[in-house]
């Protein structure tokens, strides 16, 4: 059973970077899925953020790529997010997900870590 | 990128039925395969209940049934319990391997 877990510092100061990790169990990161972040503010709606595959493909939301970055550690079997120049807008419940994808198809993420909340002020 | 429109609740007693609509405003669910629709209950992570438009994960319960028309997809769920009352999102591909997430429906078992 694949298990993921969240971890990072439940504060960020605006206009500085937000970084979390999700450390990844029960199989290799190396396989068959796209690993992403998804993030909720409270009292609102899920919104994508973006999937990385371990050979270094990534996509990334629109509205949120220019301020993104997703990697890949297969030595610690981790992925990272980073999110810059954040403000309080950016002030939510990070998840990381799993999503399978098998000959060109992707299914969508049925593997959730808790999820960690982030606050944004100074 | 498009959006998915879902009501803000719906409602309905124990034993009843309840549909949850979700409404793009691309082609996003143009593709039958590509929408799927998950539970939250507070506190929690997202639960996957249904995927490529009517399939259910193992464990789900049959109660729970997807299906479309056109640029709408819908979720029912049948003979309402308790433990149904959550908040249900929809999911789709929005193109170019980027993904979009309805804006929820908060299910109230009366």
């Known amino acids: 059973q694949l298990q993921l877990q969240e971890s990072g510092p439940g504060l960020a100061r605006p206009s500085e970077t937000l970084s979390l990790t999700c450390s990844v169990s029960?199989?290799?990161?190396?396989?068959?899925?796209?690993w992403g972040w998804i993030r909720q503010p409270p009292g609102k709606g899920l919104e994508w953020i973006g999937n990385?595959?371990?050979?270094?493909?990534?996509y990334y939301s629109p509205s949120l790529k220019s301020r993104v970055t997703l990697s890949v550690d297969t030595s610690k079997n981790q992925f990272s997010l980073t999110l810059s120049s954040v403000t309080a807008a950016d002030t939510a419940v990070y998840y990381c997900a799993a999503t399978y994808c098998n000959a060109g198809y992707c299914f969508p993420p049925e593997y959730w870590g808790q999820g960690t909340l982030v606050t944004v002020s100074s | 990128q498009s959006a998915l429109t879902q009501p803000d609740s719906v409602s309905g007693s124990p034993g009843q039925s309840v549909t949850i609509s979700c409404t793009a405003t691309t082609s996003d669910v143009g593709t039958y395969k590509s929408v799927s629709w998950y539970q939250q209950h507070p506190g929690k992570a997202p639960k996957l209940v249904i995927y490529e438009g009517s399939r259910r994960p193992s464990g789900v319960s049959g109660r729970f049934f997807g299906s479309k028309s056109g640029y709408t997809a819908s979720l029912t769920i049948s003979e309402l319990q308790a433990d149904d009352e959550a908040v249900y999102f929809c999911y789709s591909n929005a193109g170019r391997n980027t993904y979009v997430f309805g804006t929820g429906t908060k299910v109230t078992v009366l």
């Open positions: 029960g199989d290799s990161i190396s396989s068959n899925y796209f």
């Open positions: 990385i595959h371990y050979s270094g493909s990534s």
